[in-house]
């Protein structure tokens, strides 16, 4: 981290994340396109992109494109690699496309790296063992109900 740089905040982890995107689409960004994206003016995203710009997170001349320095665009692919990992779980869990994606974008800055981990490896072994998967997602009503009489 640069010396005055302070800890991500989930907004700078947003805008790093379309910036990724953007590039990796279009193969530029702009702070009128971050605009459109995050649904913001362009001021507003022009006072985040001079920030990460001060903070070693990007590059960015005023009229013209921006890209991402190494720290920048490792900084985006971790954090679009938590995302594709939350996406897929929650995936496999049989959820509508659009839970999963509100669910997503609300928990993705608030899962620590321990978390990430012990997920991906759950992914992984569900992936492997997909039938562990059906059978965990079936509905226990017998088994719920045979504990229920066996504690009266």
């Given at each position: 981290m640069a010396a005055n740089a302070k800890p991500l905040t989930v907004s700078a982890?947003?805008?790093l994340e379309r910036i990724h995107e953007l590039i990796e689409?279009?193969?530029?960004?702009?702070v009128s396109d971050i605009?459109?994206?995050?649904?913001?003016?362009?001021?507003t995203?022009?006072?985040?992109v001079q920030r990460l710009s001060r903070d070693g997170y990007l590059t960015y001349e005023k009229y013209r494109g921006l890209t991402l320095t190494p720290r920048g665009a490792e900084?985006?692919?971790?954090?679009?690699?938590?995302?594709?990992?939350?996406?897929?779980?929650?995936?496999?869990?049989?959820?509508?496309?659009t839970v999963v994606s509100r669910d997503v974008e609300g928990i993705e800055h608030h899962v620590s790296p321990e978390t990430l981990e012990k997920l991906e490896r759950l992914v992984e072994h569900w992936k492997e063992q997909p039938s562990r998967l059906r059978a965990a997602l079936e509905p226990r009503t017998t088994k719920s109900s045979s504990r229920t009489s066996s504690k009266s």
């Open positions: 982890e947003d805008y689409s279009k193969g530029y960004a702009r605009a459109a994206l995050l649904e913001l003016t362009r001021p995203v022009s006072i985040m900084v985006a692919r971790r954090i679009r690699t938590r995302h594709v990992l939350l996406t897929e779980f929650l995936g496999m869990l049989g959820l509508d496309r």
